[in-house]
């Protein structure tokens, strides 16, 4: 590992250094559940990055894509990879709080109530069109994202770890659909939006179903490899969160990070065009903090024990876009979050 690596500038203690082994073990951790969902999932090189991203700091992730694209299908493989526990739920209007965190069921023989959890008490959990859910249902993952933990009569239940929330909405089809609130959209530490496939990666789609590789048939979307032994263990994930947290990030790089983030809030003196007047709010503390978290494991990922300005910048467009919340006029204009996000980037120096 460099040198430079091991300073100690401004901190008030002596950090412990990552070793040689311990990156190359979390290379090689990160490797084997990359492979396995790689095996299953054709192409989406993005999603995959950003699933181990979130798994390996504790985050959670947002899907926006059509459907058929393999959200489902890299979620459960991306559980059975590491021997977690996988659960899926699909939002709908009708869904209640109880559906998801669980309730009190009662015993008419002994007369008692007993607490039955919900699927969201599960390692991997899959909200798919989670924006079809109430608002009254929204605020309970709300809880259980934020707080690591249900309500149920009064009584709180942990969530297992580690615990990563998959969520999916379809830009499509808005009628029954409920707009997620700023507050949760920033719950999320990432967000993809997929594209579909090349022309490449669909024929390989079909050979797969040929093969018979994808059980769920021409979608891609329910393909089980429960059958097959997990690369790891979750005691491996827990590791590798260990060892993320561990990743060196200079005062420098850490300035850079708030620079970005705040600029996101002054962008009329910023930038220029039309996009100095396209953002109505800007980014959270929240988005640093994300910053901070994904750049840390993109080193690691990498094979570096510390970070440098472009693993910040590496997945600035999922760390962001959910973020941003622009004018009228800017939609109107068709102007997108990550439009802004390249005109910020461009125009804040990096150490």
């Not at 040689?20 to 054709?42: F, P, T, W």
């Not at 959990?125 to 149920?152: C, F, P, W, Y």
């Not at 910023?270 to 840390?296: H, K, M």
């Amino acid at each position: 590992m460099s040198t430079d690596a091991g300073t100690t500038t401004g901190a008030a203690h002596p950090r412990e250094v990552l070793s040689r082994a311990e990156v190359e073990r979390a290379v090689a951790l990160a490797g084997a559940v990359d492979a396995r969902v790689g095996a299953s999932v054709v192409g989406q090189e993005s999603l995959r990055r950003s699933l181990l991203v979130a798994l390996t700091t504790g985050g959670h992730l947002l899907v926006e894509s059509v459907p058929g694209l393999a959200k489902t299908l890299a979620a459960s493989t991306l559980a059975h990879a590491v021997g977690a526990r996988f659960s899926r739920i699909q939002c709908t209007p009708d869904l209640l709080p109880s559906d998801i965190i669980g309730t009190q069921v009662y015993d008419p023989r002994d007369h008692t109530f007993s607490t039955q959890l919900g699927p969201v008490h599960a390692n991997v959990v899959l909200l798919d069109e989670v924006n079809r859910a109430s608002a009254k249902t929204q605020s309970a993952l709300l809880e259980a994202m934020g707080e690591g933990h249900t309500s149920i009569a009064g009584q709180t239940h942990a969530l297992p770890r580690p615990f990563l929330v998959l969520a999916t909405q379809n830009p499509l089809d808005e009628e029954g659909t409920y707009l997620l609130p700023q507050a949760q959209l920033d719950r999320f530490m990432l967000k993809e939006v997929l594209d579909y496939p090349s022309h490449a990666e669909e024929v390989a789609v079909l050979d797969r179903v040929e093969s018979g590789a994808l059980s769920g048939g021409a979608h891609g979307e329910a393909g089980d490899p429960a059958h097959r032994a997990p690369a790891i263990d979750l005691a491996a994930v827990t590791e590798l969160q260990r060892l993320v947290t561990r990743v060196h990030v200079e005062p420098s790089v850490k300035d850079y990070v708030v620079r970005l983030v705040t600029a996101t809030r002054s962008t009329g003196t910023l930038l220029d065009g039309a996009l100095a007047e396209a953002v109505e709010t800007g980014a959270s503390p929240r988005a640093s903090i994300a910053f901070f978290s994904v750049a840390r494991a993109v080193a690691l990922l990498a094979g570096r024990d510390h970070v440098r300005p472009d693993d910040v910048v590496a997945l600035a467009h999922q760390v962001l876009r959910h973020r941003l919340v622009l004018t009228f006029d800017a939609q109107a204009d068709r102007v997108r979050p990550e439009d802004v996000v390249d005109a910020v980037l461009a125009a804040v120096p990096s150490p």
